[in-house]
């Protein structure tokens, strides 16, 4: 348990500011190098733990060695099957690796390993853990599949109702309901987000398509605003920026959006305000 939820050390990045979790989470305790290091410090931790506690049980430690590897990779193996994604890199490369085959906290499999471990207490059996593994696991293949076919689909179908082609597509997966998925195209100026439904026929929901303008990438206060720690910090995670830039009262604030978590200013995760002050911005309407 220890070593499957070590890589997240990097959740004292939130102590480091505004954005300094997004900019830092699943890199450096998710990539090539800190994976290759932790196996050793847990299981060197374990060996010394049961020193200082004189336990009469016996360890060995080449087998803690391999237990404490395979903890540690199972995080961001799963955290991969998600679309905020990991920096497997890390330290060398800042590439994100995206998965989107899960929803970040899928339900279902929060069910079958749950299950799976208190039939297993109560069996005092590891079969019953065992076979829900191994639901888990297929569970996790289907929706694999099942993203990989909604792409094709939802992708000639955007082509088809814009006329334009897809340059990047996002299928994503969403919570409870797994015959569901929410899609985000980007084609040259603009992206657009609908409904990808699989009962009945698998289609994208004509009625629930929307356009997003990428907005203003040039403009003088965007550029202000992306060179901010704040606008540093976002850019680095986000997928699908929309940038939108407003005055009011003299005052210009750039608005930058994730469209894989928000659809619109000011609602919290997924999107960021960032004033840029009284700048001389003659073509921002109020």
């Known amino acids: 348990m220890i070593g499957a939820n070590l890589p997240d050390v990097d959740v004292l990045a939130y102590l480091w500011g505004p954005g ?8 450096w305790t998710h990539g090539v190098l800190a994976l290759a290091l932790w196996p050793f410090v847990l299981a060197g931790s374990m060996m010394l733990l ?23 990779l199972s995080h961001p193996a799963l955290d991969t099957l998600n679309t905020y994604g990991v920096r497997w890199l890390m330290p060398f490369s800042g590439r994100w690796f995206y998965g989107d085959t899960l929803f970040i906290v899928d339900p279902w499999m929060w069910l079958a390993l749950g299950l799976g471990i208190v039939a297993s207490l109560r069996a005092a059996s590891t079969r019953p853990a065992r076979v829900a593994l191994w639901v888990a696991f297929g569970y996790a293949a289907a929706m694999a599949v099942g993203a990989a076919a909604a792409r094709r689909i939802a992708g000639a179908e955007i082509t088809a109702i814009s006329g334009a082609p897809v340059n990047r597509l996002l299928v994503s997966p969403l919570p409870v309901n797994p015959f569901r998925r929410r899609i985000v195209a980007e ?21 629930s398509v929307r356009v997003y303008p990428k907005g203003p990438r040039t403009h003088p206060a965007v550029r202000q605003a992306a060179a901010s720690t704040l606008g540093r910090r976002f850019l680095v995670w986000a997928r699908f920026p929309v940038f939108r830039v407003e005055k009011s009262r003299g005052e210009v604030t750039v608005h930058i959006v994730d469209l894989r978590y928000a659809d619109r200013p000011g609602v919290g995760f997924g999107a960021v305000s960032i004033p840029v002050g009284r700048p001389p911005y003659s073509e921002v309407r109020e």
């Open 187 to 207: 084609q040259a100026e603009v992206y657009r987000t609908g409904a990808f439904r699989w009962l009945s026929s698998p289609h994208v929901d004509p009625g």
């Open 50 to 72: 049961h020193r200082v506690l004189r336990s009469p049980a016996s360890v060995r430690p080449g087998q803690l060695l391999l237990l404490a590897g395979i903890s540690v």
């Open 20 to 27: 300094a979790d997004l900019a830092f989470r699943r890199g």
